[in-house]
């Protein structure tokens, strides 16, 4: 079965300092994607990143970085010198190749920046 | 642009009643999701479909009933609605055949339904 843990549940941090978001998975496919999302407040989850189980090399967006490791089976966000503005619920998903409908999120993680 | 539109963003509706979630899709996709949202429990899958007139459970299926007439639209209904079911709702849909291949999943604005 498929699983996505984000242990944290709330992070809270002052506007410029770095934070990463962890995501574990578990998964007995050897291709799948990986997603994370971001919900502010309004609700609607906005698309931020997906990587496949076959490309392991980082990538990094403006503030926004993420680091996949399969040996670890972590995909990790880090966002650089937080703002007000990324404060937002943050969930990580998981979907086989095959089976997609199984797509499995994570718990989310709600991360506050304050001023 | 293309959307997932549900269409009804705040909804109060009373124990017992008959509720109906809407959502629309304009992309001609095949497949289409509903998905509860909750604290601590992140987004679980209720039903999906793949096809007009096909539906699948999901996770947690009970208590909901889902209706695909037509492809641009998923309606999600709960026959007697419990405040248990006060949650947050979302749709979703996706362009897929067989095998995932990292199409995008649109995601609607979700559906805030309270149970009194």
């Known amino acids: 079965a498929q699983k996505v843990t984000q242990a944290q549940t709330e992070i809270s941090v002052v506007e410029k300092e770095d934070v990463t978001l962890d995501c574990v998975y578990e998964t007995r496919d050897t291709t799948y994607y990986l997603f994370w999302y971001k919900q502010p407040p309004s609700g609607e989850l906005v698309f931020l990143i997906r990587?496949?189980?076959?490309?392991?090399q980082n990538e990094i967006s403006g503030r926004y970085s993420w680091n996949f490791q399969k040996s670890t089976s972590s995909f990790n966000f880090t966002i650089t010198a937080s703002q007000v503005v990324d404060s937002a619920v943050y969930f990580c998903?998981?979907?086989?190749?095959?089976?997609?409908?199984?797509?499995?999120f994570g718990t989310g993680t709600r991360l506050l920046v304050s001023p | 642009d293309v959307k997932v539109t549900q269409s009804s963003r705040y909804l109060v509706k009373r124990t017992g009643e008959k509720v109906f979630l809407e959502c629309v899709q304009d992309m001609d996709h095949e497949n289409m999701f509903w998905y509860r949202q909750d604290p601590g429990l992140g987004l679980r899958l209720i039903y999906f479909?793949?096809?007009?007139?096909?539906?699948e459970k999901g996770d947690i299926p009970e208590g909901y009933s889902v209706s695909r007439e037509k492809k641009e639209r998923f309606s999600l209904i709960l026959e007697s609605a419990s405040t248990n079911q006060t949650s947050m709702y979302l749709c979703a849909s996706i362009e897929a055949g067989e095998l995932f291949s990292g199409n995008t999943i649109y995601f609607g604005e979700g559906s805030w339904l309270t149970v009194v």
């Open positions: 998903a998981l979907t086989p190749e095959r089976g997609f409908q199984k797509l499995v």
């Open positions: 990587r496949n189980s076959f490309d392991e």
């Open positions: 479909s793949y096809d007009v007139k096909m539906k």
